[in-house]
């Protein structure tokens, strides 16, 4: 009777162990499914996520470009309506002029023709020999001279219209007989020799080819306060030209999208 219980006692004992082992390998293979289905759907996440800033960041640069070309349109507009007035003023002078009685001059009488040959070789050289026109005399009209640059006033402030200087570094004024230097105009700095311009915080505007075919050109400080930037206002510069713009500003927004070199300043 011993001899049969002792056997009974293992039997049962063995009966648990395999009940135990059992539990404990079911209970691990829970554990890994888990763990693969975890892992599954942190790959899918990464995933989600790359593609979501992916596809912000291409939305962004769509808005960017689409900003960029309704500028350039509504500056095509503005420049083909200003040429067209500039075209029907000139076209108006032409037909003015021809309009025009021509008088014909008169045969000389005997003895005249001398007497008037002299005189106009008088008045020739009275005109040759006569002093070269003074600086307020080759200045456009409606223009004035400040320094190296001339301006004229403009809604808001002054408009410097044309560098005369030749220095290579160049810091544009933030005011001019006391009013804010606000815009740069059409070709302001085209085809001079300058290395590096400061422009102030005052500054709202580049007019067309503003530094167009500036060869040594190698830095513009651009300033927050910039709006707007003319077309084709850096073409023709060399590969060293690098803006400096502040983050986050329209500028930094014009360089990028034409693939311009620049640096941030904060």
């Not at 070789?121 to 456009?140: D, F, L, Q």
């Not at 302001?188 to 067309?208: C, D, H, I, M, Q």
């Amino acid at each position: 009777m011993k001899h049969g219980g002792t056997m009974g006692r293992l039997l049962l004992l063995l009966t648990l162990c395999v009940v135990c082992l059992s539990g404990c390998t079911q209970e691990a293979t829970l554990n890994t499914d888990q763990t693969q289905d975890n892992g599954t759907n942190a790959v899918y996440d990464a995933k989600i996520t790359y593609y979501e800033a992916c596809l912000q960041s291409m939305t962004e640069q769509i808005n960017q470009m689409d900003q960029q070309i309704y500028v350039m349109r509504a500056e095509y507009k503005n420049r083909t309506d200003a040429l067209e007035k500039e075209l029907q003023v000139l076209r108006q002078s032409k037909a003015e002029e021809e309009d025009t009685p021509v008088v014909a001059p008169t045969e000389p009488s005997a003895g005249e023709g001398t007497v008037k040959t002299e005189k106009e070789t008088i008045s020739k050289k009275e005109t040759e020999t006569s002093t070269p026109p003074t600086e307020e005399e080759s200045i456009p009209k409606g223009q004035k001279r400040s320094g190296d640059f001339l301006y004229c006033d403009t809604e808001g402030g002054v408009m410097l219209t044309k560098y005369l200087g030749e220095n290579a570094y160049v810091s544009v004024p933030a005011a001019i007989d006391g009013k804010r230097v606000i815009t740069l105009a059409d070709s302001a700095f085209a085809e001079t020799k300058v290395r590096s311009v400061y422009l102030p915080e005052t500054v709202r505007e580049l007019g067309w080819f503003t530094f167009y075919g500036c060869g040594e050109l190698t830095s513009v400080t651009l300033p927050a306060s910039i709006t707007r930037i003319g077309y084709a206002s850096f073409d023709g510069c060399g590969a060293e030209l690098c803006l400096v713009v502040e983050k986050n500003s329209y500028a930094q927004q014009y360089a990028a999208s034409f693939a311009l070199r620049y640096m941030t300043l904060n």
